[in-house]
């Protein structure tokens, strides 16, 4: 990650959370050294960015701050309007509906002289392949993994052989046939994928998993990388 992308994190990290976040919290999220995270304060207090706090007590951000809106080009309009219809066209109701809000209010705030790149879009996603539709809303799933709460499933494997997981949710994997939750199973006591469309009955517990999203996430990468390189 760039570094001016990675400010830009820090300032949204900032903006979403009610208490000071510490410099370890944002060299877990952001996946870099704590020294980076005190060398990228020091840059958002020189570009006056209302950052408080201190090293070892925690940062917030001044209420009222606003990033100034981007100013997107023609390339960078193409491919978030291309990526909005791609989920448009495979997210579960809520999500493409998101995508679709998402399209209409990127080209109220564009420039007249690139409207016309969402009005005569040349971009469009296609499949090919039929798509088994998910058996459940998967906005739920969503939900469970901003709120970092457990879910309980009834499964289908692909012989029809039910079981009832306790999962932590942490990603959900879309590929051009199929959607994935991934998670760590506490009855393999490991990570597991489970399909959207295999799944007969879920149920998101009230009881959270006590390992961070992105601590799931890193651990979940490495294996996948331990296992290729096997």
């Not at 400010?7 to 979403?16: A, S």
């Not at 995508?99 to 690139?114: G, M, R, T």
């Amino acid at each position: 990650m760039r570094r001016t992308e990675r400010l830009f994190q820090i300032i949204q990290i900032l903006r979403r959370s009610r208490a000071p976040i510490t410099a370890d919290q944002l060299a877990e999220e952001l996946e870099t050294s704590t020294r980076t995270i005190y060398r990228d304060m020091a840059e958002l207090l020189a570009q006056r960015i209302p950052v408080r706090g201190e090293a070892g007590m925690g940062y917030v951000l001044d209420e009222g701050y606003d990033l100034p809106p981007l100013m997107l080009t023609a390339d960078e309009l193409e491919a978030a309007v291309l990526g909005a219809r791609w989920v448009a066209a495979r997210g579960d109701a809520h999500l493409s509906r998101g995508a679709e809000n998402l399209i209409a209010k990127i080209a109220d705030v564009v420039p007249v002289e690139l409207q016309s790149i969402i009005v005569d879009a040349s971009l469009f996603p296609v499949s090919f392949r039929s798509r088994p539709q998910d058996s459940f809303d998967v906005a739920s799933v969503r939900r469970a993994i901003r709120d970092q709460r457990r879910m309980k499933l009834r499964y289908a494997d692909e012989k029809g052989a039910e079981t009832e997981r306790i999962i932590w949710p942490f990603q959900i994997a879309y590929s051009e046939e199929i959607s994935m939750i991934c998670a760590w199973c506490e009855l393999r006591q490991g990570f597991r994928h489970f399909r959207t469309d295999r799944v007969l009955e879920e149920t998101v517990l009230e009881q959270k998993f006590p390992e961070r999203v992105s601590v799931l996430r890193r651990r979940w990468k490495a294996e996948r990388e331990a296992e290729r390189c096997q």
